[in-house]
């Protein structure tokens, strides 16, 4: 599961112009990362036009995945994941980005021209959020619980192995104290034969 972008353009005008964004191209290869990074902006702008205000949506692109989320002040958050990282997520971290962005910069910080409107906790958000189940609580639970699944099941499996041995120890113990009775029976009626003088 990969972050690869964070990003909050402004879409009330076309074209839609990046505000602020932080990318994590360490994945790339040295030739590969400008490109990249070129398409991540590129096709975030397109992205960011087509979405209305109030709308979500997921678009799937050459592997990766846009999440985009639409506000009715002018600005649209995106993130951009690969197929594996949980849509989830995804939203709640825009939703959350976008939401402190608003309240750092009102509409009238942006409304007019083209700025470039820095948020540093984006640094933040893009190395913590690389591995959802940390940054997640409600993930971070059903990981916890679907190890603790795991051991029960292992637990259970357990006493049932104990509980057939026991009863193949039963099977034996049944089988030797009847072979010993036949001995005590044949052994009685050798002694009755013969008297000791």
């Given at each position: 599961m990969k972050?690869?972008?964070?990003?909050?353009?402004?879409?009330?005008?076309?074209?839609?112009?990046?505000?602020c964004s932080e990318k994590d191209l360490t994945s790339f290869g040295r030739f590969?990362?400008?490109?990249?990074?070129?398409f991540m902006t590129l096709f975030s702008k397109v992205l960011a036009e087509r979405t209305k205000p109030g709308q979500r949506q997921d678009v799937e692109e050459k592997g990766n995945t846009f999440h985009v989320y639409g506000r009715s002040e002018g600005v649209a958050g995106i993130i951009i994941t690969d197929h594996e990282y949980p849509a989830l997520v995804a939203h709640?971290?825009?939703s959350k980005v976008v939401d402190e962005f608003l309240v750092k910069y009102p509409r009238s910080q942006f409304a007019e021209g083209t700025p470039d409107l820095p948020l540093p906790q984006l640094k933040d958000y893009i190395v913590k959020y690389q591995d959802p189940a940390q940054a997640d609580s409600i993930m971070k639970i059903q990981r916890e619980l679907d190890e603790t699944k795991i051991v029960l099941h292992k637990t259970i499996e357990s006493v049932l192995e104990r509980g057939e041995k026991i009863d193949t120890l039963v099977e034996k113990s049944d089988g030797l104290s009847a072979q010993s009775r036949m001995f005590y029976t044949q052994a009685k009626k050798q002694n009755s034969c013969c008297m000791v003088m």
């Open positions: 972050l690869f972008y964070i990003g909050i353009l402004k879409n009330d005008t076309k074209p839609a112009h990046e505000l590969t990362k400008g490109s990249f990074g070129e709640q971290l825009l």
